[in-house]
Nanobody
Framework: QVQLVESGGGLVQPGESLRLSCVAS????????LGWYRQAPGKQRELIAS???????NYADSVKGRFTISRDNAKNTMYLQMNSLKPEDTAVYYC????????????????WGQGTQVTVSS
């Protein structure tokens, strides 16, 4: 049984930074491609960053250049470094363990974290 636990959310001012973590238990972490999603109130959940088993990354245009996804297989942990935060980044952030198809992340409906709230406000 794979369990994902996110942490690192909070309330910050515009322009500040946060680092989210997602720790996985009960799995061979290295075989999964990974994704970070967010869901703002009244909006659908959106994929914002992904990383393949080989370390290739992709980002949504809304976060490109500001957010960085990374993974530490030895610690069964994935990270999302978020810099230059904006009010529109306010959302609940979720991590997902997915499938790696030739270096491309594909989400799993089964493996989701519980979410961590990020609020950007002055």
């Amino acid at each position: 049984q794979v369990q994902l636990v996110e942490s690192g959310g909070g309330l910050v001012q515009p322009g500040e930074s946060l680092r989210l973590s997602c720790v996985a238990s009960g799995s061979i972490f290295a075989i999964y491609a990974l994704g970070w999603y967010r869901q703002a109130p009244g909006k659908q959940r959106e994929l914002i960053a992904s990383i393949s088993t080989g370390g290739s990354t992709n980002y949504a245009d809304s976060v490109k250049g500001r957010f960085t996804i990374s993974r530490d297989n030895a610690k069964n942990t994935m990270y999302l470094q978020m810099n230059s935060l904006k009010p529109e980044d306010t959302a609940v952030y979720y991590c997902n363990l997915g499938t790696d198809y030739s270096g491309t992340y594909s989400p799993s409906e089964r493996y989701w974290g519980q979410g961590t709230q990020v609020t950007v406000s002055s």
